[in-house]
């Protein structure tokens, strides 16, 4: 008989995985053999019972709305899941649809197949009330399902960060897209955050949960809290960001004056990146103060102008980060 799970253990995530993830998921499929609808389960509701089981904390019984996870009679936490594993593909030779768990397109039998993974976090604020709690939540936990190579469909990989929405790289951006993204915007769409943007990356994430879930369905949980120390993610290589549309020369300039660097030569991106790169390593620089110069150089300008239309309620934090 088995032993009634218990949150923050090991075991009760492996569990959960073993019954919400693997279990449900076969099921979905050799349906979708036979239906040929899409083999994806509704994966948010999944992540939110994980980050309960992972963190220890419970939810407040709410679905799409609502405090997601109760960490104190005060505090609370907003769960946010990305599910990149069986997105529909695209055959490469006749462009007809292709499932994740095809092999072969089924109209004309190539096996040059396209597959995605470009799923992303959905961050919704709908009107003034929602943008003035935007930084209320303790923290913001980010779940990501992700095949580890997509290509192959084979090993998936379960992540959870944690983020401080007051840390200046989330609170900014979360003040740009609303003032000056979403007022703009016809169609008023959720905040894009996509897994290991540079936008993702000076958030600051903390990763505190990492699990493999093998192709035999075995899972090997690598990082969890309590066992295992959270690991802040790092910005990657900065010539990797060079088609950034969010940067440019002139705030590169102002951006290596921030850290007191120089850059020299031709004023096009990847040039000055890879001159960014290479005195980042040389110093080197640590990736938090790399985080917080790229949140001011990213956003600064645009929020200063509707530096008036910000809340009082988020006012005095901006002006805390400031």
């Known amino acids: 008989m088995m032993q009634e799970p218990k949150l923050g253990t090991v075991a009760a995530s492996e569990t959960l995985i073993q019954d919400l993830y693997i279990e ?28 309960s089981v992972v963190t220890g904390y419970p939810g ?39 499932s994740s768990i095809e092999d072969k397109c089924p109209v004309c039998g190539s096996d040059a197949l396209i597959r995605k993974d470009d799923s992303k976090w959905l961050i919704s604020i709908r009107n003034d009330d929602e943008f003035k709690q935007i930084l209320d939540p303790l923290y913001y936990f980010l ?10 469909s084979a090993d998936i990989i379960a992540s959870i960060w944690k983020v401080n ?23 008023k769409a959720p905040f894009n955050l996509w897994p290991y943007s540079l936008k993702f990356e000076i958030m600051k994430p903390e990763l505190i949960y990492r699990a493999i879930i093998a192709r035999d369905d075995v899972i090997k949980t690598v990082r969890f809290p309590g ?12 010539v990797e960001h060079s088609r950034s549309t969010n940067l440019d020369p002139s705030r590169l300039k102002s951006l290596a004056k921030r850290l007191t660097m120089s850059v020299t030569g031709p004023s096009n991106m990847k040039s000055m990146m890879t001159q960014l790169e290479t005195e ?4 080197p620089i640590a990736d938090s103060d790399l985080a917080d110069a790229l949140a001011r150089e990213l956003y600064l300008p645009r929020i200063e102008k509707e530096k008036s239309n910000i809340p009082r309620v988020i006012r005095s934090i901006f002006d805390e980060l400031s």
């Not at 980042?280 to 110093?283: A, F, L, M």
């Open 60 to 98: 407040s019984r709410s679905g799409a709305r609502g405090r997601d996870l109760i960490i104190s009679n005060n505090d609370y936490g907003e769960i946010k899941t990305c599910y990149r594993v069986d997105q529909l593909g695209e055959c490469s030779s006749c462009h007809a649809p292709v």
């Open 227 to 238: 066992r295992d120390q959270p690991k802040i993610e790092p910005i990657s290589d900065l």
């Open 143 to 152: 779940v990501l399902f992700e095949f580890d190579d997509v290509q192959q």
């Open 165 to 187: 929405p007051k840390q200046i790289g989330f609170a900014y951006c979360m003040i740009d897209y609303y003032l000056t993204i979403r007022a703009k915007s016809k169609s």
């Open 24 to 51: 449900l998921r076969a099921k979905i499929h050799q349906w979708s053999l036979l239906t040929q609808q899409t083999p994806q389960a509704r994966m948010g509701y999944v992540g939110q019972h994980l980050v």
């Open 280 to 283: 980042r390593r040389k110093r």
